[in-house]
T-cell receptor
């Protein structure tokens, strides 16, 4: 079965410190992985994706994510957090073998403390 | 492109009333998704369409919910009759099917409150 797990409901980090938002996945075929961000009262916005190739993917707003096949993880990272990064982050996996559906994690609320 | 357009942005109604939410996907996208987001249940996929045809409606909560896509540029999600537990933010999203690189683009959502 296809699924995505975000083990942390809440992550707090001090401004300027590195941040990590965790995601693990389970798919039957090749994983196509995505990160989205949701600011208050807004829809989800695409951040970055892994399809194939380099395991380190760079995306919008200075975010990056590392694909680790052996650990079935796709953690979101940023070297230096900004207060404006405070938002809800969703990991998603797309399964082309089951109708192109996206499977979203439960979301992780990131708070960057000034 | 204007992105995915949803209307209304906010809806307040009374229990028992019919509610219709509307979505215009990005032009050229052949997949359309309806999601519901609540604090308790997070983001739930309700139904999705491919080329205007419903593919999977297993996420639709019950018969009170129905969705249609009469053409490639318009979809509706209807709740009849509405109940207070339907209060949530409803998102529409669209994407291209062709390759897995294609991401999903979300609308701003409709915030529904059923009193």
């Amino acid at each position: 079965a296809q699924s995505v797990a975000q083990p942390e409901d809440q992550v707090n980090v001090a401004e300027g410190n590195p941040l990590t938002v965790k995601c693990t996945y389970s798919v039957s075929g090749n994983p196509y992985l995505f990160w989205y961000v949701q600011y208050p009262n807004r829809g989800l916005q695409f951040l970055l994706k892994y399809i194939t190739g380099d395991n380190l993917v760079k995306g919008s707003y200075g975010f990056e994510a590392e694909f680790n096949k052996s650990q079935t993880s796709f953690h979101l990272k940023k070297p230096s957090a900004l207060v404006s990064d405070s938002a809800l982050y969703f990991c998603a996996v797309r399964d082309m073998n089951t109708g192109n559906q996206f499977y979203f994690g439960t979301g992780t609320s990131l708070t960057v403390i000034p | 492109d204007a992105g995915v357009i949803q209307s209304p942005r906010h809806e307040v109604t009374e229990m028992g009333q019919e509610v219709t939410l509307r979505c215009k996907p990005i032009s050229g996208h052949d997949y359309l998704f309806w999601y519901r987001q609540t604090m308790m249940r997070g983001l739930e996929l309700l139904i999705y369409f491919n080329n205007n045809v419903p593919i999977d409606d297993s996420g639709m909560p019950e018969d009170r919910f129905s969705a249609k896509m009469p053409n490639a540029s318009f979809s509706t999600l209807k709740i009849q009759p509405s109940e207070p537990r339907d209060s949530a933010v409803y998102f529409c999203a669209s994407s291209l099917a062709g390759t897995p690189q294609e991401t999903q683009y979300f609308g701003p959502g409709t915030r529904l409150l059923v009193l």
